[in-house]
């Protein structure tokens, strides 16, 4: 029943978002030092949530409709920064900064979740 609310897919939706870019941040940190890696990074869940038109059909679980298993939001792109000699543009303090953006839209998602789920409670009378 719940699952069928838009407040709750738009929550689980930005804590997938915040689980995937977390994961690329993490595989950038462990490629700092390897030769010709680039930084790897995913839209802003601002950018893609708003990119999803009403009139197209949306998956319901991974590998629904186009029998993928990644996400919907995960369009890689290029990060950007200057290259080391090995040309690897990994900048560790900006994989840092991007992990505490992460945490931070994560515990946002939970918040939005735990507040909506309060106000269902509230409303059908229960504490």
Partial sequence: MF?????????????????????????????????GYKARDIASFAE????????????????????????????????AGSESPNGNNVSLETEMMKSVE???EHKRAMAIYKSSLNIMRLSLGRK
């Fill in 48 to 79: 893609t949530y708003r990119a999803q038109d009403a009139s197209t059909m949306r998956s319901t679980r991974a590998g629904h409709l186009t029998g993928s298993s990644q996400p919907n939001d995960t369009r890689i792109i290029a990060g």
């Fill in 3 to 35: 699952k069928n609310l838009e407040i709750f897919q738009m929550a689980g939706a930005m804590a997938r978002h915040a689980e995937t870019r977390q994961t690329m941040v993490a595989q950038n940190i462990a490629n700092a030092d390897t030769p």
């Fill in 102 to 104: 992460n945490t931070g």
